[in-house]
Nanobody
């Protein structure tokens, strides 16, 4: 079965850190660019970051640049999102997906609140 499964979300305070993981199965993970999107309550989806298949190039939305770091371990078929200096406006459901949009996970909730 082709799937992406996110994990690592939770409730944290402003300034805290979280690391999200996205486990891939059923397809050739290492051949695909991967992205993270997020969707806050009552808002449309927002692109967060993209990493190319080999991991050598990354792209970030201005809203997270300098605070978030995307990485991948192709040997483990896993995508990561290290989130530092979290802000309340980072609260959202975070989704990992292939850059072609064909495979998307079910999402993991991140809540940043004091």
């Amino acid at each position: 079965e082709v799937q992406l499964v996110e994990s690592g979300g939770g409730l944290v305070q402003p300034g805290d850190s979280l690391r999200l993981s996205c486990a891939a199965s059923g397809f050739t993970f290492g051949s695909h660019g991967m992205s993270w999107l997020r969707q806050a309550p009552g808002k449309g989806p927002e692109w967060v970051t993209t990493i190319v298949s080999g991991g050598g190039t990354t792209y970030y939305a201005d809203s997270v640049k300098g605070r978030f770091t995307v990485s991948r371990d192709n040997a483990k078929n896993t995508l990561y999102l290290q989130m530092n200096s979290l802000k309340p406006e980072d609260t959202a459901v975070y989704y990992c997906l292939t850059t072609d949009g064909l495979v998307r996970g079910q999402g993991t909730q991140v809540t940043v609140s004091s």
